[in-house]
């Protein structure tokens, strides 16, 4: 490990800044790159879309890439790109952020891009109505997609009342009837300093970038962030179970995905669950892949917490052959119980290991360290989450393991989804 990632992870060296129109600004110099990454976090997604809103999150998105006061249509990624740097971003369900990873000599080109894409957007009607044939292929895309239509179907089984139901995306008839006045709205209301946090890693002065940061981001005026009702999914008192068939997917082939409900990303049994992960699915010593995959039950298995701030998931992911479903399933469960059953502190102790080596050499590269800033102040609503990380993860204890597995996994309600061939 890199001094300046120890450093990170000693908690040192880190400039974080609450500024008085409510911007986050996270600072982490490292020279132990080359590159710098800048980000932009924005604490809207779509599940703080109203109905008629669905999708506005992404194609705001979209949208913030087609001009601004400084940069016309195409100049932004144009410059980035001649600077050899790269630009890009990304919706999700509870955040967006905007990015540019460049030499760290250009860090103060990329991050004007960054402020004037994001705070000085124009949302001009000709690139609205440019853009809406562009998002709407893309969903078409994506509803033609067999195993995205399967993760459509499992959200929308688990959530009834959640927002979390919706594709981030949106539907067809909400994209095309978008306004300006609609997407106006929207931006000014959380496109703003108060609901946003400034990440930037890599070769840089800390003091210079935050110069730069309270000349910008931090001059911006503030006001109050719109108020969103987002209904909290109510308990899931029994199993929901929905199959899709497709004669696109192959005779010898099927999908499986079965979830549970958890605790919110930050609390100390996620960081129990974010173990188990690990002991599940965590490389080719763990535990569903040499009982189930190297033994042919599946062709592939994965795990996932879904990392959310409420009504958060733990999920499994497999396939397999068709005939195969059910003896994964039994297996599955099997397997959960011999965990509950022989599951030893040495056992924990090395994939524990094994997690905080990957997280660690996973956040070498500056951008993945950004991401994991961003993130935690985003989504988490607390820097404690990534500063605190490590820690938490090294006091995961077996007994930890068998609590959480007792109380969210084992004869408990789950939902699960099955993609077989027509």
Do not use: C
């Amino acid at each position: 490990m890199s001094a300046e990632l120890q450093s990170f992870v000693d908690k040192k060296e880190l400039l974080i800044k609450r500024h008085k129109n409510g911007l986050w600004s996270i600072i982490h110099p490292r020279k132990d790159t080359e590159v710098v990454s800048l980000q932009v976090w924005f604490k809207v997604g779509s599940v703080y879309e109203r109905e008629n809103e669905r999708g506005i999150a992404h194609f705001l998105e979209h949208m913030l890439f087609n001009g601004n006061d400084k940069y016309a249509y195409g100049e932004a990624e144009a410059l980035i790109e001649s600077l050899g740097g790269h630009i890009n971003a990304a919706t999700s369900k509870e955040y967006t952020y905007y990015y540019v990873d460049i030499a760290a000599p250009y860090w103060k080109e990329g991050l004007d891009v960054l402020f004037h894409l994001t705070m000085r957007a124009t949302l001009e009607e000709k690139m609205i109505e440019k853009e809406k044939p562009i998002v709407l292929e893309e969903l078409y895309r994506a509803k033609d997609n067999p195993t995205t239509q399967l993760w459509w179907t499992f959200e929308k089984e688990v959530y009834k009342v959640s927002p979390f139901r919706h594709p981030i995306i949106g539907y067809e008839k909400t994209i095309k009837n978008f306004t300006r006045p609609m997407l106006l709205s929207f931006y000014q209301g959380f496109y703003q300093p108060k609901n946003a946090t400034v990440v930037v890693v890599g070769n840089i002065d800390p003091l210079e970038v935050q110069k730069f940061i309270e000349e910008t981001f931090a001059a911006e005026p503030s006001k109050p962030i719109p108020k969103r009702y987002i209904p909290n999914e109510p308990p899931q008192l029994k199993v929901r179970s929905k199959t899709l068939t497709d004669p696109r997917i192959g005779k010898d082939k099927s999908y499986a995905l079965i979830g549970w409900r958890i605790p919110p990303i930050g609390t100390l049994e996620d960081f129990d669950l974010l173990v188990l992960n690990e002991i599940l699915t965590g490389g080719r010593s763990s535990i569903l892949y040499t009982q189930l995959r190297e033994k042919g039950i599946v062709y592939s298995v994965s795990s996932y917490d879904f990392a959310r701030s409420r009504d958060n998931l733990f999920a499994i992911s497999s396939s397999q052959h068709p005939d195969n479903i059910e003896t994964f399933k039994k297996r599955l469960f099997e397997i959960f119980e011999e965990i509950y059953d022989t599951i030893t502190d040495e056992e924990v102790e090395r994939f524990k290991n094994r997690l905080i080596n990957a997280e660690l050499f996973e956040k070498e590269e500056p951008e993945s360290e950004a991401v994991f800033f961003g993130y935690s102040q985003t989504v988490v609503g607390k820097i404690n989450y990534a500063l605190y990380f490590f820690e938490n993860i090294r006091k995961v204890k077996a007994e930890h393991i068998r609590l959480v597995l007792e109380k969210y996994i084992l004869n408990k309600p789950y939902t699960e989804t099955f993609l077989l061939p027509s």
